[in-house]
Structures are given as C-alpha cells and as structure tokens.
C-alpha cells in the first residue's frame, strides 16, 4: 500500500467548524477515507455507493472482505434510497433511537454496491447522533460507510489519537473532536426477521426495544464460548478488539475474582514478570502485584463502557504476557461489555473459585504476649522469606492493651540482620476478622491454649513448633541481655525458614 499524508483537523461539536467539513465532505466524494466521531467509536468514512471506495477500507483496515460495512445516513428520507421492504416497525424504532447507537439491517437496494455489504443482499444502517458525523454525511452526499477507524482486530477507537496509532499514512484525514460518548459500538438489529433479531449487543437494550415494539430475539452466539453456530453478522466471527498481551476474563463471585487476580499476579510477580489486571474503583485497593488499571466503576457501567477499549490499548504500551480481568454484570450495557470482554479474550476464562481452592492460608498472624519482641520478629523474619503465594503477615498479643514500639533490643538485633521493626505497633488479640483461611500462631503453648479456650470458632490454631514440626523452644528473652535477644533470633529463624518450606509445600498442592 503506498503511504500518505493523513491530515488531521481538530474540530469542536459544539461550534462545526464547515470549512473542515467542507473538505473532508470534498475527500469523501472524490473516493478518500476520513475517519471521524461518533457517539459509539471513531468511524473510518467512505462514501458507501461507491464500490473502489469500500475496496480501499477493507485495505487500510487490513479487514477481510466478507465482513459487511454499516451505512451511516443523516436523515431518515434517505434509508428508502438504500433499503427495500423496509418494515413497519422501523418507524417506530427510528422515532426512538435514531439519531443514536442503532444499527439496523434491511433488504439492499440497487444502489448500494455489492463491495460494502460484503456480498450480501442485506443492508446495515445507522444514523449516529454526533453531530460533526452528520454534517459530514451531509457533505458526502448522504451515504458514508463506516467501520470503526481501527486495524482490524485491534480494540476499536475512542480517540483520534487511537486512530492515528492504526492508521497514520494509510487514510487521508482525521477529524479529532476528543473522547466518543459511548466507547462500544452501536447495537446491531436484523429487521430481516421477525421479531427482529439482536446480532451485536450495545447501549441500546433488549429491554429498550420492547418497550417500543415488543419483544426482539437474540443471536444466541453473541455471549456463547466457541458455539459451532456461524454467528449472524459476519464480523462477529472474528476475533475481536484484542490486546497484544493474552488476555483472561476471571470468573466469579467479586470476593473470590479479587483473590483469584491476586494470586494470580503474585504468581506471575514471582516469575519476575508483571501480570496486567482489570480492576473497578471499588476494588483498585486490594491489588498490591502487577500492573493494575482502573476501568471505571461499577456503580455506573457506563463508564466502564467507555474507558474499555482505552485500557486495553494501554496495555499494549506494557512488557506484560498476560492481562487479567474482573468480570461485570450481564444487566443493560454490561451485556455488551461482556461481549466485547470475551471477544478480546478468545473466549479464555477462568473460574476464580478453582484458582482460589489453590490457596489454604491467605493471612497469618503470630502471637506473643505483648507483641513486643518474638511475634513481630518472627512475622517480618517471614517476610522476608521467598513464599510461593502471597500472605498478609501480622502479629498481636495477648496483653498489649496500647500501642506500643518494638522492644529496643528486638529492633537491635533485627537491624544488625539487614530487618527493622521500625514500623510496628503492638496489637491486642481480639479474635476478630478471623476467617478459615487464616493461621494463628503462637510463640508458646500457654498463648495457644488460651486462644482455643477463649474463641472456639478459630479453626487453625498452632504453635508455631507444633505447625512446623521442631521441639524448638522459643524463650523469652524480656529483662534479660541483648545475647538473649539474639539467640532467640536464631531459633525463630531456623523455625521459620521451615514455617515457608511447609507454606510453599502447601502453595505446591501437598497436604
Ligand atoms: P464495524 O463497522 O467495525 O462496527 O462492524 C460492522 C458490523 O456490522 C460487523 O460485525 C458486520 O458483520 C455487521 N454487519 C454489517 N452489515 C451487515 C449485514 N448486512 N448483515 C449482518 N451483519 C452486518
Ligand atoms: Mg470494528
């Protein structure tokens, strides 16, 4: 393909700038493709009636060219020059949602050349509601076909900048009027059928359309792994919208999603490589490995919709193999999220549940009695070991009713083994927020027997002698020389060099 200049043109939708549209108008009638806005994504234009014109954007997408183009018009009177046998219902729906993100599909007219419908006798129309996509149609002449402005394959684009990334030097013009409203592509409807039948999920919901003509149907492909079924809009065989980096949809109730990517990142952080991660404002928190992104909230999926296609470009800019993603409700435009998710991901998930079964202990915490010196020098000792899955590591004490800072001597001798307890603060034991997958463990019997009696409900409660193993005692060293201190050093070392063998035996699947 030979190289061109692209221009591009900033343009503002609230004050149309008609010289710009004037010669983008000019571009397309002459055979040129202009990538534009609309609410949905950026469009890649060409005038629709004309079949070399189609020909050059199957090109410079790189798209196969059985996969039909959507013909974009900006005023209703013209869907009569493109479609025939065109259906009563199509009044009423155009009423409601036109302009807006709604393909729908009709019987072709002569008119429209075989090249943009991909060889079909069907015809998909749509009539988008940014007004700087209208203007151009207009200056078009009316009919401008328009896939989104990406290489195909790669996530569809929500800014010119994205555009630019794909096809810089293959197009003749960019018009940039910043972020698109919506970020996922329109809903495509079969008007062909009756009822009409939903091939692409989009913002605009079954339940919206059967408010205004009843109940539609639904591709049954659109959300299914691997059907044996061609779906119904060529397009949506492809693989889709994919990141370079594997991408794996974690499947679960939220609770078990989050600790399934944690421990999956931590896996991944491990073998010294990041792992991308998927994550909502409301669970951002919780990752502490790997390259995390934040994609909107769940208390709005609208936003989740349209930073989608950002963040999987984004983390094409990153050195990681593998991105890992929350999943999201299946209600109103969660449908097409997931269907836009699953399509970058080939279809690859996992359950969380599994991955979390893996994992026997996420948190634990060493007592003392004052959790002073022995507990919280074993907890940082276990820090700093090479542990196979990740833990919250704590301390607490039986009687440390206030805060208090290490003990100087503890702090000594862990200072002069490259550690400090600098940071810590002694915790009382309370029993509390202790679930199944929490080990407590003392650093003597008493505090041990104590637990047992006083909270029944805790379930993994050891010495730390007993759960690794090794009659060590561990005396205590209070009001006696910093010698002391550091010989109980050594024995809380060797138990616990032995404590993250038996954790990583457990990480690798042995009881
Ligand atoms: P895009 O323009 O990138 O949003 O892709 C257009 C989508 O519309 C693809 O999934 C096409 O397969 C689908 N499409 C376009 N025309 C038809 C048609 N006549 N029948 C069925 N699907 C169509
Ligand atoms: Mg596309």
């Known amino acids: 393909m030979n190289f061109m200049e692209t221009i591009v043109r900033k343009i503002d939708k609230h004050q149309i700038d008609k010289e710009i549209i004037r010669e983008a108008g000019e571009i397309l009638q002459s055979g040129g493709l202009v990538a534009f806005p609309t609410e949905t994504v950026y469009g890649l234009g060409a005038d629709a009636l004309k079949e070399e014109a189609a020909r050059k954007t199957y090109e410079a997408k790189g798209r196969p060219s059985d996969n039909p183009l959507i013909v974009h018009i900006a005023d209703y009177e013209d869907l009569k020059k493109i479609a025939v046998n065109i259906p009563p219902e199509t009044d009423a729906l155009a009423s409601h949602f036109w302009p807006g993100p709604l393909t729908m599909i009709f019987e072709k007219s002569g008119q429209v050349p075989y090249g943009t419908t991909g060889g079909l006798d069907t015809v998909a129309v749509r009539m988008p509601r940014d007004p700087i996509a209208a203007e151009l149609i207009r200056a078009a002449g009316g009919f401008v076909s328009a896939p989104s402005a990406n290489t195909s394959g790669r996530p569809s684009p929500t800014t010119a900048e994205h555009v630019r990334e794909d096809l810089d030097g293959k197009i003749d013009m960019i018009l940039d009027a910043g972020d698109v409203d919506i970020g996922l592509e329109s809903t495509i409807l079969d008007m062909t059928v009756e009822p009409p039948m939903i091939l692409r999920p989009g913002a605009i919901t079954p339940d919206m359309f059967e408010e205004v003509i009843g109940p539609v149907s639904i591709d049954e492909t659109i959300l299914g792994s691997e059907s044996e079924k061609p779906p119904k809009a060529p397009g949506m065989k492809y693989r889709h919208y994919a990141p370079r980096a594997k991408l794996v949809i974690v499947d679960g109730d939220l609770r078990e999603e989050i600790l399934a990517i944690r421990q999956l990142a931590y896996a991944a952080h491990r073998k010294g490589k990041e792992a991308g991660i998927i994550a909502t404002g409301e669970t951002l928190q919780f990752y502490k490995y790997g390259v995390v992104k934040n994609i909107g909230t769940r208390e709005n999926e609208k936003t989740i919709a349209r930073n989608l296609y950002r963040v999987l470009r984004e983390f094409d800019e990153e050195d990681i193999d593998t991105i890992y993603s929350e999943s999201f409700a299946m209600q109103g435009i969660g449908k097409a999220i997931m269907n836009r998710l699953e399509k970058a991901a080939g279809h690859l998930r996992i359950a969380a549940a599994a991955v979390v079964k893996e994992q026997r202990y996420r948190r634990i915490i060493f007592v003392s009695s004052t ?122 070392r060797k138990l616990i060099r032995k404590l993250a063998e038996k954790l990583n035996l457990l990480a690798g699947g042995e009881e």
Do not use: W
């Open 371 to 492: 959790d002073s010196a022995r507990g919280p020098m074993a907890a940082e000792i276990l820090r700093h070991q090479d542990l196979m899955q990740e833990y919250v590591i704590d301390s607490m004490g039986m009687v440390a009713l206030f805060p208090e800072p290490a003990n100087q001597k503890a702090e000594a001798i862990m200072k002069s083994a490259q550690m400090t307890l600098k940071d810590h603060f002694s915790q009382q034991f309370d029993g509390e927020g202790i679930q199944d997958d929490t080990l407590v463990l003392a650093v003597e019997e008493s505090q041990k027997k104590k637990i047992i009696s006083e909270y029944g409900n805790i379930k993994n409660v050891y010495t730390i002698n007993e759960f690794v193993d090794d009659d060590t005692e561990i005396p205590n060293p209070y009001g006696k020389p910093l010698t002391a201190y550091g010989e109980c050093y050594e024995k809380l």
